[in-house]
């Protein structure tokens, strides 16, 4: 689950993390008297969506103005103005993709005098079962950028979590970063709060790009990137309550009040599988024979009717999907269940685009009965290969 820079930094400073001083707005007619209450002389405007690139993303409106979603202001003017063309209007960036993501909210911030900028965060690494930390000099740019360009320029460490972050991996990161004296003990010490924030609610990824030094020898966090481990948000009332989900997929949320795994993607071919690697070859192979996934979606092994027929008509909502391949494979998972749950969604919602089935495991015969005395209009298949061919084929002859 992902949250707004403003709640990311709210939730920092609980933990004592350096951060500017800001105000979250929800509407134009809020700007004034935030900016007011943060006296300036200079303010930052914020665009508040999930996704990175704001500064350099641009509006879709033309009522919005020729800036990106990060303004800087130097009168309470400029603040009401920028805020007034930008909410409400689409920001598109390089990770929203084409369509771009709507404004229903702005972080007004206090202004920072500049000395130089850093990157830092933390994930999980996966590899070593720890925290891992990244660090690198070159700060408010693309990350991905810098390690295709010059790998050299990023450092990273992990933390063990039998000792927690230790006074070398502060160490560690000032000299990264080429700091000294006064301002490697600051480092330290948000390493160290970073490290605490980080365990103590279950994140995911942390990210501060950039992590700044001010003019006045401060280190201070200017953007706060935060993403929690879903699997561990029932410990988290308090972060739970931060979700926006106008800032989520339509179907992804109602894919989670089935306990359903379901992420949108950009194809047309929906795909309804039980296992996360049978889901994951199955968009392979569609790709391999010429089309696009529209979804991943994982049923799970336990998956009764219900679930199933309310993933099929959740990828049936798609307005996108032009085709559906259903590959289920038996185990705890009985075929026949599968056929029902299909039968049922079909029923309830029609079916107005191919569906190949492909069942193969426990109850597969009495699955594939099923679904054949069903009536329906329904593509069976031998295999993975074979399923992926026919849907491609049926695909693209109704095409």
């Not at 000395?115 to 000099?137: I, K, N, P």
């Not at 085709?323 to 309830?348: E, W």
Request: aromatic share 6%.
């Amino acid at each position: 689950m992902n949250i707004h820079e403003y709640q990311g930094k709210a939730l920092l400073k609980e933990f004592g993390v350096p951060v500017s001083n800001g105000r979250a707005i929800m509407s134009a007619g809020e700007a004034e008297a935030a900016a007011r209450e943060l006296g300036g002389p200079l303010w930052v405007v914020k665009s508040q969506i999930h996704a990175g690139g704001r500064g350099k993303g641009k509006f879709k409106e033309a009522a919005a103005g020729e800036k990106g979603g990060v303004r800087l202001a130097r009168s309470i003017e400029e603040v009401k103005t920028f805020a007034g063309q930008m909410l409400g209007n689409t920001l598109v960036t390089a990770q929203t993709g084409p369509a771009g993501k709507q404004v229903n909210r702005l972080y007004i911030e206090d202004g920072s005098d500049i000395d130089s900028e850093f990157y830092l965060s933390a994930l999980v690494d996966r590899e070593t079962g720890r925290v891992s930390f990244v660090v690198s000099t070159e700060g408010g740019m693309d990350i991905e950028a810098v390690a295709h360009d010059t790998p050299e320029k990023i450092m990273t460490f992990s933390v063990d979590p039998a000792t927690g972050v230790m006074p070398h991996h502060g160490r560690t990161v000032a000299g990264a970063l080429g700091l000294t004296g006064d301002l490697a003990k600051q480092a330290a010490d948000i390493i160290a709060k970073l490290y605490t924030a980080f365990l103590a609610t279950d994140m995911a990824m942390l990210e501060i790009n950039p992590l700044i030094v001010t003019t006045d020898g401060k280190l201070r966090c200017l953007d706060a990137k935060v993403s929690f481990d879903s699997n561990a948000l029932y410990r988290h009332k308090d972060v739970v309550a931060l979700r926006d989900t106008t800032e989520e997929d339509a179907k992804e949320i109602e894919a989670s009040k089935y306990d359903l795994a379901y992420i949108a993607l950009d194809g047309t071919i929906g795909c309804m599988v039980n296992g996360a690697g049978l889901a994951m070859a199955t968009l392979d192979i569609i790709k391999l024979y010429g089309e696009e996934p529209a979804n991943f979606l994982d049923v799970g092994g336990g998956a009764n009717e219900e679930k199933v027929t309310a993933a099929f008509k959740i990828i049936t909502a798609d307005p996108n999907v032009k085709g559906i391949l259903v590959n289920i494979f038996g185990g705890i998972m009985k075929c026949d269940v599968i056929a029902n749950g299909v039968i049922a969604a079909v029923k309830a919602v029609g079916l107005k685009v191919p569906l190949v089935v492909r069942l193969e495991g426990t109850n597969v015969q009495e699955g594939k009965d099923i679904i054949s005395s069903s009536g329906l209009n329904v593509i069976p298949a031998d295999d993975l290969d074979d399923a992926a061919q026919k849907i491609v084929a049926a695909v693209k002859k109704a095409a």
